[in-house]
Every structure is written in C-alpha cells, then in structure tokens.
C-alpha cells in the first residue's frame, strides 16, 4: 500500500468533498468519492479500502442505512466507517454506533484534527 491508506468519503456535497480530499491527501492518504450510496458501493467493488468517511444526511439512502448494509457484507465488516455529520442532538452519536460506525465525527469538520482523527481509527483497527 502506498501512502497512509485509501480512504473513501460518502458525502453529497461537493465542496465537503473537495475540502477533505484535500486535507487528507496532504497528509498521505488516497481519498476516492461517492455523492451516494449507489456510488459508495460501486467503488467498493473496485478495490479494497482501509477507512470509510460516511455523511449521515444524504437523500435517497441515508447514512445509517448505507453503513448497515456495507457492515452486512462479509468483506467489508472490518473496515472502520466513521460517522460525519452535523447531527449533534442527544442519540444522534449513539445511533450512528448502533447503524455500526465505529466512530463519530462531528461537522463542520475540524480540518487541523482530522488527519490525526483518521490515524487512530486506523491504528485501533489495524492493532485489534
């Protein structure tokens, strides 16, 4: 694997999209895109991924649906599928945890936290 790890980000909104491509890259990591949970599962037919950047408020299929059917899939249980969502009310974190995110991060999205944000949820799932 080249770099720090391939990186997906299921985000309707392109600007959202841009910005953490950008951080991320900067920081070593590939990032590839999908505006929608049809998309999202087209690429992870393409190849493996180490981490999933789920946007919870999406149209069609929300996030909670689309990171409980991608944990369903044997294949891709392991991988670590972090919550990225504006939804902040009490149980919106606990919801996203019981949909199966491993983790939660909140919007608007701390670009000088999210890199190291990413590696530890990397390093927990590569260390058990």
Do not use: H, W
Request: glycine share 8%; proline share 3%.
């Amino acid at each position: 694997m080249q770099g720090k790890g391939i990186i997906l980000y299921v985000e309707d909104n392109q600007d959202n999209r841009n910005l953490v491509r950008r951080v991320l890259e900067v920081e070593g990591y590939t990032v590839t895109e999908a505006k929608d949970a049809s998309q999202a599962l087209n690429r992870l037919e393409t190849g493996p991924v180490d981490l999933i950047l789920m946007d919870i408020n999406m149209p069609d299929v929300d996030g909670y649906s689309l990171t409980s059917r991608i944990k369903s899939i044997e294949k891709y249980k392991d991988v670590p599928i972090i919550a990225v969502t504006a939804n902040v009310m009490r149980g919106d974190r606990e919801r996203s945890l019981e949909a199966g995110c491993d983790g939660y991060i909140q919007k608007p999205i701390d670009i000088d936290t999210l890199a190291q944000q990413i590696e530890r949820f990397l390093t927990r799932n590569t260390n058990g």
